[in-house]
């Protein structure tokens, strides 16, 4: 088993201050614990034999999740189709929107 690892009150301030945060005496000392056990859960992790193990960098087995992409051939009476679903003005097959500057 590896050796247990304690982070010193000092280094959760440093951690805190990094990430813009102000604890007090009493959070310091719980995260010391809390920071302290979650380093040893990795050091545990590290001592795992992965010998012969394959790399693994998504276990779904998925190789695309996206569609093929297919041509359409573009209708002109499509476009009306499309002007119709709106409920803002038409001018000359658009669509008037309202002024943003």
Sequence with gaps: MSQQTIITEE???HIAKLAKLKLSDD???KFQGELSNILNLV???EEADTE???ETSQVTG???VFGADEVEVYEPQQED???ECSTLPKTDHSIQIPKIM
Excluded: A, F, H, S
Aim: no cysteine.
């Design 81 to 83: 189709k499309l002007l």
């Design 27 to 29: 959070e310091v000392k």
């Design 11 to 13: 280094e959760v301030r």
């Design 43 to 45: 050091g545990m992790l």
């Design 62 to 64: 998925l190789t695309n």
């Design 52 to 54: 012969g193990v394959e």
